[in-house]
């Protein structure tokens, strides 16, 4: 009898692993408390406070510090500032860096390299040279391979802390705006009031005005890609839609009411997602940030929401359930945005400026009546995020949390600790049932290329109707910035078997600049995971 028993488990197990094989494997991790709060653990050690970082594929994410004391070490014994972190084992290597890279930017370039750009002054303990005007590279690999690479001939032409970059449909980036020295808040003496690109288009900075009358709440503006080809860009209340291709304003948008929102006032700011079926209008979400440069002053409990779509477009405020600076607004696999971390009073800045931290997540439906958006009550935390913290959508779903350093030199014991731990947000959709599987998918697709998915719901009844495709990027997370996050829905058919999906690329690289991308299929708020694939002008554009 135990023989017999003994031979059923080995059949039974021999048929779960073959099972786990198949591109369709999914066990049912449905629960009924998680499906309303989601889950947030506790797991893994980033080695260098997080300051700056960015999903490089399914497994990696690089950190960014600064040049300071950190727990993880070099060869040579001095602090490393950089890290390559793997999600699926929770470790990290530790990787070498020439410049310092203290409140810098970064983006990707269509050829599949990320770009870090500016920085701060030289640090001699850690041999880090001057960073302002610093160009550094990094090559994405599936091994161990992959390392930072800065040439001394390449910088840019102004020295910049605090600026943003954004991904642009050329292939190339935009770094915009900062200043040459680090601050408390901009001023005109030390103001960059001026953008270039990476690789360089023009022989000097191009001066950007909005730049010049936004003072002293400019630094790292909010710039986004608009599917006209235009850009939106914002600074400390005021927006406009700028052509960077003519060095123009084609319009300028009304102030948002309230606090302003740009460093060290800290807010944040989200493009809603793409959507073919409103021919792709844009919707911008600014939300929180603090009204004065004091230790007290309330953070803001508001958001602004602007409809570039709209003929005249005005900014309709609505609530932000907490009072929250430094939030960061992370779109989520499902398209809704889910803000984490952050505090109730201070403004962004070391030793005691940030206080009364955010423990709870809120998710933002921004397809929802207006009175019914936020949802509430999900799993929180016991840990301090504010100056200095990141977050990240992750391929499968769950949210990557960490850093926190409001603290100089870094101290593990302060009221508010430099945090090296990291956090794993599981949203509800992860515990409604089974998830959409698809297979397939091409490693590489040129604007409006039609492709073909196969695909599996573990569901009786289907209906066409519940199901989208979209591309996501998770963008460059520092200072509650995103910069390049954006959520594109795809142009679909399913087969009338269910058994495969007709998806086409974007039709054009304004919607979605070229690189690096994530596919989800997503039924009924339920999302698949996520897989990584690179939408292109050219196939041969790729070079990782």
């Known amino acids: ?190 103001n960059v009031p001026s953008l270039e690109f990476w690789p360089p288009r023009t022989k000097e900075p191009v001066e950007l005005d909005l730049l010049k009358h936004t003072l002293p709440y400019n630094l790292y503006p909010f710039v986004f890609v608009l599917p006209d080809g235009n850009l939106f860009m914002f600074a400390s209340k005021k927006s406009i839609i700028y052509d960077y291709k003519n060095n123009k304003v084609v319009k300028e948008l009304p102030p948002i009411p309230g606090v302003p929102r740009s460093y060290p006032l800290t807010g944040g700011a989200v493009m809603l997602p793409l959507d073919p079926e409103n021919n792709y209008n844009v919707e911008i979400l600014v939300c929180g940030g603090s009204k004065e440069t004091k230790d007290t002053s309330p953070a803001d409990d508001t958001c602004g929401r602007i409809n570039l779509g709209d003929e005249t477009p005005t900014w309709k405020m609505e609530t932000f359930i907490h009072k929250r600076l430094m939030p960061d607004g992370v779109i989520l696999l499902d398209g809704t945005i889910l803000w984490v971390n952050g505090c109730q009073r201070g403004w962004a800045g070391y030793n005691n400026r940030n206080h009364d931290p955010t423990f709870d997540p809120l998710i933002y439906d921004p397809i929802a009546p207006k009175d019914s958006r936020w949802t509430q009550g999900l799993a929180s935390t016991d840990i301090a995020r504010m100056y200095h913290s990141v977050a990240l959508t992750l391929p499968d779903g769950r949210v990557w949390i960490a850093g926190s350093n409001n603290v100089d030199p870094p101290d593990i014991y302060a009221e508010y600790p430099t945090e090296y731990r990291v956090e794993y947000f599981s949203p509800p959709y992860l515990f409604r049932g089974f998830r959409p599987h698809y297979a397939q998918l091409p490693r590489v697709v040129t604007y409006g290329q039609k492709f073909s998915l196969q695909l599996h719901l573990e569901l009786d009844v289907k209906d066409p109707e519940k199901l989208r495709v979209a591309v996501i990027r998770p963008g460059f997370s520092t ?53 990584e694939f690179f939408i292109e002008h050219d196939v041969s554009d790729l070079a990782i």
């Not at 690289?509 to 897989?531: E, I, K, T, W």
Request: charged share 20%.
């Open 479 to 531: 200072h509650s910035m995103h910069m390049s996050q954006r959520y594109v829905y795809l142009v679909h058919e399913v087969s009338a078997d269910f058994q495969s999906i007709s998806v086409e690329a974007p039709p054009n690289a304004n919607l979605f600049p070229p690189g690096q991308g994530f596919l989800v299929v997503v039924y009924d708020g339920v999302p698949s995971r996520a897989s």
């Open 1 to 190: 009898m135990r023989l017999l028993q003994y031979s059923v488990f080995i059949v039974a197990a021999s048929a779960l692993a073959q099972a786990a094989q198949s591109p369709f494997f999914y066990s049912d991790q449905s629960n009924s408390k998680y499906a309303k709060t989601g889950k947030m653990i506790q797991e893994g050690h980033t080695g260098v406070a997080a300051m700056h970082a960015v999903l490089l594929n399914e497994r990696s994410i690089l950190i960014i510090d600064k040049a300071e004391t950190n727990v993880a070490k070099l060869d040579s014994g001095v602090d490393a500032y950089s890290t390559l972190y793997d999600i699926e084992t929770n470790e990290y290597r530790t990787l070498l860096l020439e410049t310092n890279t203290f409140c810098s930017a970064g983006g990707f370039l269509a050829n599949g390299t990320f770009i870090s750009t500016g920085g701060a002054e030289p640090r001699g303990r850690w041999k880090a040279g001057k960073g302002h005007q610093s160009i550094r590279h990094f090559k994405p690999c599936s091994d161990a391979s992959c390392i930072w690479h800065e040439y001394p001939t390449q910088h840019m032409f102004m020295e910049r802390w605090y600026p943003t970059v954004e991904q642009l449909p050329e292939g190339d980036i935009i770094i915009v705006g900062g200043s040459t020295t680090g601050t408390k808040y901009n001023r005109k003496e030390i």
